[in-house]
Nanobody, 115 residues
């Protein structure tokens, strides 16, 4: 069974940076677009960034210019570099594939940005 394990979250002041990692078990990593989602308290989970197998990226307007998604196929890992963090970025962050059926969600990693 495919597993998604996110890490790298934490508490940071506004303007700070964090780098999230998501390790994908199984053989699907190399054939799937992957994405990072966030879910703030009381809100729906939203896609914030995605990256294709070929490396093409897309970002939600709210994070363009601040977040960078990347992937390392040798490590079956997708990353989210988050810079210039804002309090509104506070959420639990998850990875998954934005096309086709969702994989089983991981536990996510909490990002808290203080003002």
């Amino acid at each position: 069974q495919v597993q998604l394990v996110e890490s790298g979250g934490g508490l940071v002041q506004a303007g700070g940076s964090l780098r999230l990692s998501c390790v994908v078990s199984g053989n699907i990593f190399r054939i799937n677009t992957m994405g990072w989602y966030h879910q703030a308290p009381g809100k729906q989970r939203e896609l914030v960034a995605s990256i294709t197998v070929g490396g093409s990226t897309n970002y939600a307007d709210a994070v363009k210019g601040r977040f960078t998604i990347s992937r390392d196929s040798a490590k079956n890992t997708v990353y989210l570099q988050m810079n210039s963090l804002k309090p509104e970025d506070t959420a639990v962050y998850f990875c998954n594939r934005p096309t086709g059926a969702f994989l089983v969600w991981g536990q996510g990693t909490q990002v808290t940005v203080s003002s």
